[in-house]
Nanobody, 124 residues
């Protein structure tokens, strides 16, 4: 059974940092991506990472501030988020593909398996 569980969300002040974790089970060496959905907005792709971690991609809105990484020995993908702004407030989801190992466009159609999400709120 393929499962993904996000953690690490919370309330942080503008300019602060958070690190999200996505613990996965039931598969190995698949592409994983982070998405987010703010209230009243469509879900958007944030970042993806290839199965071996050698390729990553970021949305323009987070480039230079967020870093995705993975530890395949721990079956965990991380999203380090720095210089957070209120516009980063959203529910963050990790998602996995069972057939795609790369990382190109952050297209949710490539990622059929999703975690339950973790809330990130950036506010003073």
């Amino acid at each position: 059974q393929l499962q993904l569980v996000e953690s690490g969300g919370g309330l942080v002040q503008p300019g602060g940092s958070l690190r999200l974790s996505c613990a996965y089970s039931g598969f190995t060496y698949n592409s994983i991506a982070w998405f987010r959905q703010a209230p009243g907005k469509e879900r958007e792709g944030v970042s993806c990472i290839s199965s071996n971690g050698g390729r990553t991609n970021y949305a323009d809105s987070v480039k230079g501030r967020f870093t995705i990484s993975r530890d395949n020995a721990k079956n965990t993908v991380y999203l380090q988020m720095n210089s957070l702004t209120p516009e980063d407030t959203a529910v963050y989801y990790c998602a996995a593909s069972t057939y795609y190992s790369g990382c190109g466009s952050i297209d949710q159609r490539r990622y059929p398996y999703w975690g339950q999400g973790t809330q990130v709120t950036v506010s003073s």
